[in-house]
Antibody, heavy 122, light 107 residues
Framework: EVQLLESGGGLVQPGGSLRLSCAAS????????LSWVRQAPGKGLEWVSA????????YYADSVTGRFTIFRDNTKNTVYLQMHSLRAEDTAVYYCAKDAVGLGTATHFDYWGQGTLVTVSS | EIVLTQSPGTLSLSPGERATLSCRASQSVSSTYLAWYQQKPGQAPRLLIY???SRATGIPDRFSGSGSGTDFTLTISRLEPEDFAVYYCQQYGSSLTFGGGTKVEIK
């Protein structure tokens, strides 16, 4: 059974940093790209970032480029999202999502975690 | 960036009725790289349709997707009580973007 378990969310002040983790199980981890998708309270979904199965290729939404970094440790079956210079508009539930296809780039998502809430506020 | 516009914003229907949800792209979505998701309150999204018309594993056949280019449709042939939720389209032909969602509510 595929499982994705996010952690690391919490309350952080504007300008602060936070690192999210997503521990995965139930599939061949390094064969699949993984993404982070966020959802602000009461709003829709926004793709944030993706990383290829081997970790050599990364992709970012314009809204987070230069502030967020995605990376993965294939020995620990874990993907991370390092977030810096956080803003109020980054407040959201952050979901980890597994790519359905298994290619290097992100496409569509067949499994999602339950999400971790990040609140940016003073 | 490809912008996806979903309509209507809210659809009020009764169980047993047919639901037709629209997703319009600001430019052509290559190779029908379009997916649909269902999200219920407090839950993560669930993949329904990919490649514009292929049902994901375990998705009932009352859900169907169609369209190409800039116009896509998700149809639920007969609404079941568990189908009342928010639906999102997502394109993956040029980076990734989601539509704003359509809420299907009980009339």
């Amino acid at each position: 059974e595929v499982q994705l378990l996010e952690s690391g969310g919490g309350l952080v002040q504007p300008g602060g940093s936070l690192r999210l983790s997503c521990a995965a199980s139930g599939f061949t981890f390094n064969n699949y790209a993984l993404s982070w998708v966020r959802q602000a309270p009461g709003k829709g979904l926004e793709w944030v970032s993706a990383i290829s199965g081997g970790g050599g290729s990364t992709y970012y939404a314009d809204s987070v480029t230069g502030r967020f970094t995605i990376f993965r440790d294939n020995t620990k079956n874990t993907v991370y999202l390092q977030m810096h210079s956080l803003r109020a508009e980054d407040t959201a539930v952050y979901y980890c999502a597994k790519d359905a296809v298994g290619l290097g780039t992100a496409t569509h998502f067949d499994y999602w975690g339950q999400g971790t809430l990040v609140t940016v506020s003073s | 960036e490809i912008v996806l516009t979903q309509s209507p914003g809210t659809l009020s229907l009764s169980p047993g009725e047919r639901a037709t949800l629209s997703c319009r792209a600001s430019q052509s979505v290559s190779s029908t790289y379009l997916a649909w998701y269902q999200q219920k309150p407090g839950q993560a999204p669930r993949l329904l349709i990919y490649g514009a018309s292929s049902r994901a594993t375990g998705i009932p056949d009352r859900f169907s997707g169609s369209g190409s280019g800039t116009d896509f449709t998700l149809t639920i042939s007969r609404l079941e009580p568990e189908d009342f939720a928010v639906y999102y389209c997502q394109q993956y032909g040029s980076s990734l973007t989601f539509g704003g969602g359509t809420k299907v509510e009980i009339k």
